[in-house]
């Protein structure tokens, strides 16, 4: 008498519902679940999915296929600018919108390299901007990169305080700059177009099965389009579930205060002395390849 | 052969000036070439390289490198390492003859692992080009390439698993929980595999205490491997840590080996090291290498030669140190390299073909990432062609959901699609195992699994 010889419906309870009979007369332990579900309490892997012969079984193929769908919805998801804008406007802060040399996503996904420069319009406007705005401490900008939920429900949450705070500090901001279509390399030409001394981006990471909005955050101190990866800092995972965005606020104030203070960026700026009020499990090492996702030598979350 | 060589289609001239630039105008449509700017600018374009490179002599490729002799040590080995007597069978053919010299009856197992070593990276890589999908299919299935440590992998009728067991915080209970799920499958003969998420000293070492142990205790015919860098391997080795295989990501250019850190010595010095604890049991095969598509390109390390050309060099880099294992991780690249399903299946059946060629024990990680148009659907059409062209192994990842590197490969189950729909078994010690612990019977198709099952005891 193993567990298989049980029922099948005493087999699968709730999860299985869906496909709830009053008696079912197959005599066969098909399809099985695992006797170490118990395991799963170890890690979130998709362990002990139990089986339909070989195969996986219905429930777990498509629980599978929902975690893909979201994550391609999110990938392909508009970048909402405008709704965007209003909640900065909500927070009295300005926004201009801008345009990086790719205008649609499958050419942003094979072209890297045009998501790293502004559309030659936006070049121009951008030059006549930095005249009326004048050179000033940072500025910050918004794209969608690979995740637009990502930038639309946590770029606000985590700039307006992050905003408040460097204010605070005397710091002067430019107007955010919302970029459909972005890779973090942007930050560098735009920063140096303004003169600005901070450059900070937030864009969509890559989406994975188990989240489909995490926002990135990366700055540079005194961008400019020679920057690499190594002058970069980062913030990962701001999401309600990884970093939430109160908490990223906080720890991108102080690293974009010691960044000052200590006139050092990338690699040169540890984080190893943050204080203990900050969260120590968020990432904020500045990632050898940010661009260069792909590398599985460093399995970097990519932008 | 002389360059420029030119070919006239209808009322165009097509000139090609070099044939690093013949190379790449020849190859399948993929978006890492376009992005390199090295692809053909048309799909005639491309035709009429095929048709020029077809007409191009196989003893060619020895005269002309792609990358020159002088600048680069990938190119130095390939060609210090040719084997004038084992290229004599096909030293007169041309390219396209070469691959109707490759679909006769008679071109069987025996002549081709003859020819292995007569074969450079770059002929290889010309002739996978004028070759169909099913060519491809074909000629890789004739192939027969066998290694060893603990089991042997490689045999006909085979298909072995790496059990890949990653978590992202290196979390041992988690990773082990994995470990059990998957052997519990009758996964894991052609490797244990862990790609750690902090490549240290310290991690790799309790990592590989971990599978040791589960090695001893239940006495598995197989190989552990945490996927650290090299450096890090030589020196747990050095304190004394249970090593099997020792890992490395290689690429088919000096520069890009570069900027994975490593050298050619370098590599030779971690194979001797492995060689010297003698932990192998049938064979003495202790190295594992993952390859992939455009990992030159990504580095700027590329020299101007297609993605195609450039992997197939990573595979003369890996057979200078006989390995076990050696895959390719054909879509975790990302769509800038392999856009869709279309390309990604592509070039994992040309990597597959041309490292079989090559003589290398080849597998596959069939994978894709959330921006790839690509999905579950599309691994399992590459699963499939793979499986009829005899990949030597494939990976196991719980659920097919990598939840430390975020991307998805193939599953436990999708092993035993592809052994039930082919007939394929596992590493004959492996087998035997998995019939001894009653997870198995007849080969491939698992049993009940009672909770009290020796591998579920606390």
């Known amino acids: 008498m193993t567990h298989l010889d049980a029922h099948p419906k005493a087999a699968f309870p709730a999860e299985d519902s869906r496909n709830d009979r009053p008696a079912n007369p197959n005599p066969f332990p098909c399809p099985t679940r695992d006797p170490w579900e118990a395991l799963r309490r170890r890690t979130f892997a998709r362990i002990a999915l139990g089986r339909a012969g070989g195969s996986q079984r219905t429930a777990s193929v498509l629980e599978f296929r929902l975690a893909h769908a979201r994550a391609r919805d999110a990938v392909h998801a508009r970048f909402e600018a405008e709704a965007i804008a209003a909640q900065f406007a909500e927070s009295g802060l300005a926004t201009e919108r801008l345009a990086a040399a790719v205008s649609d996503r499958p050419t942003f996904l094979m072209r890297p390299d045009l998501g790293r420069r502004l559309a030659e319009a936006s070049r121009e406007t951008l030059r006549r901007r930095a005249l009326e705005w004048g050179a000033r401490d940072l500025v910050i900008l918004v794209s969608d990169g690979h995740s637009a939920n990502a930038a639309l429900r946590h770029a606000a949450p985590t700039i307006v305080p992050l905003a408040n705070t460097l204010r605070a500090e005397g710091w002067t901001l430019y107007p955010i700059l919302l970029i459909p279509f972005a890779r973090v390399k942007l930050q560098d030409e735009v920063g140096a177009l303004l003169h600005a001394r901070h450059a900070l981006m937030f864009l969509g990471e890559r989406p994975g099965l188990s989240a489909s909005d995490s926002l990135g955050a990366y700055f540079t101190w005194r961008p400019d389009p020679a920057c690499t990866d190594a002058d970069r800092n980062c913030v990962s995972n701001i999401r309600a579930e990884g970093t939430p965005p109160a908490a990223a606020a906080r720890k991108l104030a ?50 | 052969m002389i360059f420029p060589c030119s070919l006239s289609v209808g009322a165009r001239r097509y000139v090609f000036s070099s044939l690093k630039e013949l190379m790449a105008k020849a190859s399948p449509l993929r978006s890492g070439d376009v992005l390199a700017g090295v692809a053909a600018e048309s799909a005639e374009e491309r035709v009429a390289a095929q048709q020029c490179l077809a007409d191009a002599p196989l003893a060619h490729f020895l005269e002309e490198p792609l990358i020159p002799y002088e600048t680069d040590a990938v190119t130095r080995l390939i060609l210090d390492t040719h084997d004038r007597a084992a290229f004599a069978p096909v030293a007169d053919l041309t390219v396209g003859a070469f691959r109707d010299w490759l679909l006769c009856y008679e071109t069987d197992a025996a002549a081709l692992a003859a020819l292995a070593p007569g074969l450079t990276p770059e002929m290889a890589a010309a002739v996978a080009k004028l070759m169909s999908n099913q060519d491809l299919i074909l000629v890789a299935s004739k192939c027969r390439v066998v290694t060893a440590f603990r089991n042997t992998i490689g045999l006909p009728g085979r298909l072995s698993v790496r059990l890949q067991p990653n978590h992202p915080a290196d979390d041992a209970k988690g990773i082990a929980a994995s470990i059990l799920d998957g052997l519990l499958y009758g996964c894991g003969d052609a490797v244990i595999g862990i790609n750690p998420a902090t490549d240290s000293v310290p991690s790799m070492e309790t990592l590989l205490r971990l599978i040791d142990e589960l090695i001893r205790r239940y006495e598995i015919p197989t190989q552990s491997c945490v996927l650290a860098h090299v450096t890090t391997a030589l020196e747990v080795i050095e304190r004394g840590a249970p090593v099997d295989l020792v890992f490395q990501s290689v690429a088919g250019t000096e520069a890009a080996n570069a900027s994975f850190g490593v050298t050619l010595p370098l590599l030779a010095e971690a194979r001797d090291a492995a060689r010297s604890l003698r932990r192998g049991t049938v064979g003495e095969n202790v190295m594992y290498f993952e390859t992939g598509q455009g990992s030159a390109l990504s580095a700027n390390a590329h020299h101007g030669v297609d993605m195609q050309t450039c992997e197939a060099r990573a595979y003369a880099v890996a057979r200078q140190f006989e390995p076990l294992l050696v895959n390719t991780v054909v879509g975790f690249i990302g769509p800038e390299y392999l856009y869709d399903g279309k390309q990604i299946l592509r070039a994992g059946i040309e990597d597959h073909c041309a490292a079989k060629l090559l003589g290398l ?98």
């Not at chain 1, 000052?260 to 390849?289: F, H, M, N, W, Y």
């Not at chain 2, 059409?381 to 193939?410: E, F, H, K, R, W």
């Not at chain 2, 019939?435 to 491939?444: D, L, P, R």
């Open chain 2, 361 to 458: 024990p080849m597998g596959c990680d069939i994978c894709y990432t959330n921006h790839a148009e690509a999905d579950q659907n599309d691994m399992d059409n590459l699963l499939t062609l793979l499986g009829v062209a005899g990949c030597t192994y494939i990976m196991g990842v719980p659920g097919a959901d990598d939840i430390a590197l975020g991307y998805q490969s193939t599953s436990f189950h999708d092993s035993h699609y592809l052994r039930q729909v082919l007939g394929l078994k596992p590493a004959p010690e492996f087998e035997a195992w998995l019939e001894k612990m009653q997870i198995v019977a007849g080969g491939n198709r698992l049993l009940p699994t009672l909770p009290s099952h020796a591998l579920l005891a606390p």
């Open chain 1, 254 to 303: 102080w690293l974009l205060l010691e960044s000052a203070r200590l006139g050092i960026g990338g690699v040169a700026l540890k984080d190893d002395q943050i204080p203990a009020a900050l969260p120590a499990q968020t990432e904020s090492a500045s990632l050898p390849g940010i661009d260069e996702e792909n590398r599985r030598d460093f399995a970097v979350d990519p932008s």
